[in-house]
């Protein structure tokens, strides 16, 4: 069964770096998606991206987030500088259409384990 | 607040029993909604959906059943196994979101007793 998949797992940080997180979506979906976890919380969306935008973003994601697709296959996050805040677990999901047009459910990658230090 | 939460943050079964895993929504906008089923380690995993026009939906091993009166969700899992304990969330969307902007439940853990 076809997966999105993500690397790095974990990745190590100190404050004030910039860090990319990588994720391979489903390759016929079109719609992409970050969400992250902090450890023992909710999961909590950052955004939605499709046809080459930013179709939805939540508050979270401010200007030091970027997402990018750099080819046809990748999705990438970026954090321009890191805080000891942005610690948690970042999970890369994709959709084949939108809701509205059908039942279409998320599939979410492992995620990556960001630790800022 | 609008907000999707859970009744029991932790549920525990015999192995075999039947498991249900409740959900409160607060928001009448709110129209799909979804089960996921998170084990230690990976991202979360889709089980059943079910959008507001139904009020039930089967899968395998899985019912979610959709109260929309009461704003009340819930995933039953007939004859639960010991693969089945992970976290389980709830989630929603709302009709005003232009896209896939799901909101997540706290979760509740389901350990499965052999």
């Known amino acids: 069964e076809p997966e999105v998949t993500q690397t790095p797992s974990h990745q190590v940080t100190q404050m004030g770096q910039e860090v990319i997180l990588r994720c391979v979506p489903i390759s016929n979906h079109l719609y992409f998606y970050w969400y992250r976890q902090i450890l023992g919380q909710k999961v909590e969306f950052l955004v939605s991206?499709?046809?080459?935008?930013?179709?939805?973003k939540s508050e979270i994601f401010d200007d030091q987030f970027s997402v990018e697709r750099p080819d046809g296959s990748n999705f990438t996050l970026k954090i321009r500088s890191t805080k000891l805040e942005d610690s948690a677990m970042y999970f890369c999901a994709s959709s084949e259409s939108e809701w509205r047009s059908g039942n279409s459910p998320l599939h979410f990658g492992n995620g990556t384990r960001l630790t800022v230090t | 607040g609008e907000s999707v939460g859970l009744h029991l943050p932790t549920l525990s079964v015999q192995e075999g029993d039947n498991s249900i895993i409740n959900c409160a929504y607060s928001?009448?906008?709110?129209?799909?909604f979804i089960w996921y089923k998170q084990e230690s380690g990976k991202g979360p995993q889709f089980i059943i959906d079910i959008r507001s026009n139904m009020d039930k939906r089967q899968g395998q091993r899985v019912t979610v059943l959709l109260n929309k009166t009461v704003k009340h969700l819930s995933l039953q899992i007939a004859a639960t196994q010991p693969g089945d304990s992970a976290v389980y969330f709830c989630a929603e969307n709302r009709k005003n979101n232009a896209g896939n902007m799901l909101t997540f439940g706290g979760g509740t853990r389901l350990m499965v007793k052999p």
């Open positions: 928001n009448s906008a709110s129209d799909y």
């Open positions: 991206f499709y046809n080459n935008e930013i179709s939805e």
